[in-house]
């Protein structure tokens, strides 16, 4: 089984798409296509592909709709047909929703170009930044992050956090890591996949009510839990919600895993998952799909791993995952007992108050994640569920 993962906001380069632009195979196509992107953005997204510096590719409202148009362009040199599940992080999850069918190449640049121009303006509201966390003990650098009152914005795996706040508390980090963990501050306008990107996701989604979608006709992972969506209204709803909760990456790997991928290509700029992948997926052979030298390669590894898509889901758990920070208080459920969609797992307790943490889907409570009492990081799982199918 065949994945394609389109990555997210830091992974650009200055001139990464000239060698699209320069191929004789591909530039024709690539060109006509990112002009025909660049009208419903406002944006040059050519020059900012090729001529642009790394200052002006860096700045929020023009990486976001560059990034997923550069995914575009590289997906449509595949034979997609023999693709069976797509992912991606962050923005790049629009690129996947494009992919997987749900959104059309036009929505998917044009809410990116929303998406990035409505989330600078949000860093400007407030001194926000963020910061990786490599290292160190999971459940101590979760815990520092809760001491904190810094969110865990991104769970990528192969021990990579990435924590988002407020500057103090950032600095404050940055002089008494967790354990065994180094802290690299992270050059990002504001803290992204956290609330202080409300007035972002407000705006998202008044624009997104008017986005048309479809039923995905591939397998679709969410950035939330790393479960495949089932619509293309669910996937619209969770990649308005996204701008504001923590991209659990990890799950997505994880997902990736149980599904029984063999072959992963990541598309342009490709590099940082494909790294993710090689210390997370062992035995899963990855591609990286940077430039149309890259071609044979990607097309050969999706003749000998690639197939039919595949329309149910087959994930073998569902994550319940904390939405704020706090001390974590576990309902009156035990494992094994069935928890229906929509009811609390548990409760987060803080000083603005106990919020319910509702499970997402329905299954049987299979293992509890934290226990009774622990301090807890928004986006931090709390219980795993197996499907109802699954557990019989």
Request: glycine share 10%; net charge negative.
């Given at each position: ?145 809760a001491e904190l009152g810094l969110t865990a914005a991104n769970r990528n795996g192969a021990g990579q956090v990435v924590a988002a706040g407020p500057l103090d508390a950032l600095e404050k980090l940055a002089a008494d ?157 035990a494992e094994g007992d069935e928890v229906r969609a929509g009811t609390p797992v548990g409760f987060v307790e803080n000083r603005q108050g106990r919020t319910p943490i509702e499970a997402v889907h329905t299954g049987v ?28």
């Amino acid at each position: 089984m065949l994945a394609l993962l389109a990555p997210g906001q830091g992974s650009q380069k200055p001139g990464f798409l000239s060698p699209w632009l320069d191929d004789s195979a591909t530039g024709t196509a690539a060109a006509a296509q990112l002009r025909w992107l660049s009208t419903l953005t406002g944006l040059d997204l050519l020059h900012l592909g090729t001529e642009a510096g790394a200052d002006e590719i860096k700045d929020t409202a023009k990486t976001q709709p560059l990034l997923v148009a550069a995914g575009l362009v590289a997906a449509a040199t595949l034979p997609l047909d023999d693709v069976s599940v797509v992912a991606g992080h962050s923005v790049g999850e629009l690129t996947a929703a494009a992919l997987a069918g749900v959104l059309s190449p036009e929505s998917a640049v044009a809410l990116a170009a929303v998406r990035g121009r409505e989330m600078a303006a949000a860093c400007a509201l407030e001194p926000t930044g963020m910061s990786a966390v490599l290292g160190g003990n999971p459940d101590e650098v979760l815990a520092k992050l809760a001491e904190l009152g810094l969110t865990a914005a991104n769970r990528n795996g192969a021990g990579q956090v990435v924590a988002a706040g407020p500057l103090d508390a950032l600095e404050k980090l940055a002089a008494d890591p967790p354990a065994k963990a180094r802290v690299i501050t992270l050059q990002v306008a504001g803290a992204f996949h956290t609330a202080y990107m409300a007035h972002a996701g407000q705006a998202l989604a008044a624009v997104a009510a008017g986005v048309q979608v479809h039923e995905p006709v591939r397998l679709l992972l969410t950035n939330a839990d790393g479960s495949a969506v089932a619509t293309g209204a669910e996937t619209l709803n969770r990649l308005v919600r996204q701008v504001t909760s923590p991209v659990r990456w990890d799950l997505c790997q994880q997902s990736l895993a149980d599904l029984g991928v063999t072959g992963a290509i990541e598309l342009a700029p490709a590099g940082t998952l494909a790294g993710l992948a090689k210390r997370t997926l062992k035995g899963v052979e990855i591609v990286t799909l940077n430039t149309p030298g890259d071609l044979k390669a990607a097309r050969d590894l999706i003749s000998r791993h690639g197939g039919p898509a595949l329309f149910e889901p087959t994930v073998q758990f569902f994550v319940t995952v904390a939405t704020t920070a706090g001390t974590f208080v576990p309902a009156e459920i035990a494992e094994g007992d069935e928890v229906r969609a929509g009811t609390p797992v548990g409760f987060v307790e803080n000083r603005q108050g106990r919020t319910p943490i509702e499970a997402v889907h329905t299954g049987v409570l299979a293992e509890w994640l934290v226990h009774p009492g622990d301090p807890v990081a928004s986006g931090q799982p709390l219980a795993r569920l197996h499907p109802m199918e699954a557990a019989r």
